[in-house]
T-cell receptor, first 110, second 113 residues
Framework: DAKTTQPPSMDCAEGRAANLPCNHS???????VYWYRQIHSQGPQYIIHGLKNNETNEMASLIITEDRKSSTLILPHATLRDTAVYYCIVRVYNFNKFYFGSGTKLNVKP | GAVVSQHPSRVICKSGTSVKIECRSL??????MFWYRQFPKQSLMLMATSNEGSKATYEQGVEKDKFLINHASLTLSTLTVTSAHPEDSSFYIC?????????FGPGTRLTVT
C-alpha cells in the first residue's frame, strides 16, 4: 500500500524551478524515498532516491526534512519535456516492491 | 541506466483468447521482476512479483489463474492473460530489479474486443 501523499497536480513555468512535495509521515528508519516520473503512455523513469541526506544528480535534487516525514523533489529549470506524473515512493532498500501512490501531474507551461 | 524491453508494445485480441506479454532485462540479470497494471488516468497497481525459478507471488485480489507468470530465465519474464475479457484491457508494465533500483519497461497496451 502506498505510504505517501502528493498534491494531484501542479503548474510550473518553463525555465523556472519546479518543487514537488511529498508527505511520508509514517516512514520507517530503514525506508528510502524514491522518485520516479511517468510521461504519458510510457514506463516510469527513475529520477533520484535518498535516505536522509539531500541528494543531487543531473536530473534533480531531493530535499528530505530532518524528521524524514516529508521531502521535496526539485527540477531546477523545468522544460516542457518535464511534463509528466511524478511519483514519490518509500521502500526498504533492497526489498524490491514498489507501491505507487497517485502521484503529482506536473504541467510545465511556456 | 539499465534497459528493460517489453513485447509486444500493443496488442488487440478477441474476448476469450489468451495473450502473452514478454519482459526482458537487456543488460543485467534480474532474479526478480514485477508486473503492474495501469488503467487510464490511474496509478500503477502492482500485480505480482515474478521470481526466477520459482512461483510468482501475487498481490491480494489478483487472480493467479487468470494472470499466469513465468520467469524461466534471469532475463525473461512472461505474463499471460488467459481468457481475456474487455475489462482486462489495460496498460501492462513490467520492471526488473537489480537490488539498487527498479527499471521499468515501456509498457504493453492490451485491448480486448
Amino acid at each position: 500500500d502506498a505510504k505517501t501523499t502528493q498534491p494531484p497536480s501542479m503548474d510550473c513555468a518553463e525555465g523556472r524551478a519546479a518543487n514537488l512535495p511529498c508527505n511520508h509521515s509514517t516512514i520507517s528508519g530503514n525506508e528510502y524515498v524514491y522518485w520516479y516520473r511517468q510521461i504519458h503512455s510510457q514506463g516510469p523513469q527513475y529520477i533520484i532516491h535518498g535516505l536522509k541526506n539531500n541528494e543531487t544528480n543531473e536530473m534533480a535534487s531531493l530535499i528530505i526534512t530532518e524528521d524524514r516525514k516529508s521531502s521535496t523533489l526539485i527540477l531546477p529549470h523545468a522544460t516542457l519535456r518535464d511534463t509528466a506524473v511524478y511519483y514519490c515512493i518509500v521502500r526498504v532498500y533492497n526489498f524490491n516492491k514498489f507501491y505507487f501512490g497517485s502521484g503529482t501531474k506536473l504541467n510545465v507551461k511556456p | 541506466g539499465a534497459v528493460v524491453s517489453q513485447h509486444p508494445s500493443r496488442v488487440i485480441c478477441k474476448s476469450g483468447t489468451s495473450v502473452k506479454i514478454e519482459c526482458r532485462s537487456l543488460d543485467f540479470q534480474a532474479t526478480t521482476m514485477f508486473w503492474y497494471r495501469q488503467f487510464p488516468k490511474q496509478s500503477l497497481m502492482l500485480m505480482a512479483t515474478s521470481n526466477e525459478g520459482s512461483k510468482a507471488t501475487y498481490e491480494q485480489g489478483v487472480e493467479k489463474d487468470k494472470f499466469l507468470i513465468n520467469h524461466a530465465s534471469l532475463t525473461l519474464s512472461t505474463l499471460t492473460v488467459t481468457s481475456a475479457h474487455p475489462e482486462d484491457s489495460s496498460f501492462y508494465i513490467c520492471s526488473a530489479d537489480n537490488s539498487y533500483e527498479q527499471y521499468f519497461g515501456p509498457g504493453t497496451r492490451l485491448t480486448v474486443t
